[in-house]
């Protein structure tokens, strides 16, 4: 099944860009997604990118997915106190509808 | 449509005692995932189920916890007895077959003591 692995802290300073990194061990993987964790919430979908995209943009998010390394990234640009949370990155193997989540990354902006 | 549900959103029960979480997907869903967070393990995977049959259970800790989907729009994760390591925030999530990005409710903080 998939295994997926991510980084438990970054901290970053208002207005910076923010990279959140990720990999996974499936290259069958079909969807590859971004879910954002605010305190006392559940997990609520970012975005996701498609296995055959290299590249995703949706405003101030870039997904980024190299399939060579099994790698995939989240840009935030112009990082937001507001964007603090936790990110998990997730996956779901080809012909299955099961994501398989990372321990998330928490996300610190500072002023 | 609400998203999906789960109730109560806060349990605080004594050691010992039963415990029932309850879910309602969103209309639709054909898959419904019940998962727990915490500090120490992250997000793990307890049962899924699809047009309410369960399919993998094997997350699923001990013989104390049980999961059921009498119908599509209704499930329930019980621990009997509970115990103080069940503490965790228990999600459940709902997803169809168009993308199978899930899409999880507001979770249960269970508080054993």
């Known amino acids: 099944g998939e295994d997926v692995e991510q980084s438990l802290f970054l901290s970053v300073r208002e207005g910076d860009s923010s990279v959140i990194n990720c990999t996974y061990t499936?290259?069958?993987?079909?969807?590859l997604y971004w879910y954002k964790q605010e305190p006392g919430a559940g997990l609520q979908l970012l975005t996701y990118?498609?296995?055959?995209?290299d590249m995703k943009q949706d405003q101030r998010l870039t997904v980024l997915l190299n399939k060579k390394d099994k790698h995939l990234s989240l840009r935030i640009a112009d990082t937001q106190t507001g964007d603090s949370a936790i990110y998990f990155c997730?996956?779901?193997?080809?012909?299955?509808?099961?994501?398989?989540f990372g321990r998330g990354t928490s996300l610190i902006v500072h002023p | 449509d609400a998203g999906v549900i789960q109730s109560p959103r806060h349990e605080v029960t004594e050691m010992g005692q039963e415990v029932t979480l309850r879910c309602k997907p969103i209309?639709?869903?054909?898959?419904l995932f019940w998962y727990r967070q915490t500090m120490m393990r992250g997000l793990e995977l307890l049962i899924y189920?699809?047009?309410?049959?369960?399919?993998?259970d094997s997350g699923m800790p001990e013989d104390r916890f049980s999961a059921k989907m009498p119908n599509a729009s209704f499930s329930t994760l019980k621990i009997q007895p509970s115990e103080p390591r069940d503490s965790a925030v228990y999600f459940c999530?709902?997803?169809?077959?168009?993308?199978?990005?899930?899409?999880f409710g507001q979770g249960t903080r269970l508080t054993v003591v």
């Open positions: 990118i498609f296995s055959n995209m």
């Open positions: 189920f699809n047009n309410n049959v369960p399919i993998d």
């Open positions: 209309s639709g869903h054909d898959y």
């Open positions: 999530a709902s997803s169809n077959r168009n993308r199978g990005e899930a899409f």
């Open positions: 997730a996956g779901s193997s080809g012909g299955s509808y099961i994501p398989t």
């Open positions: 499936d290259s069958s993987s079909t969807y």
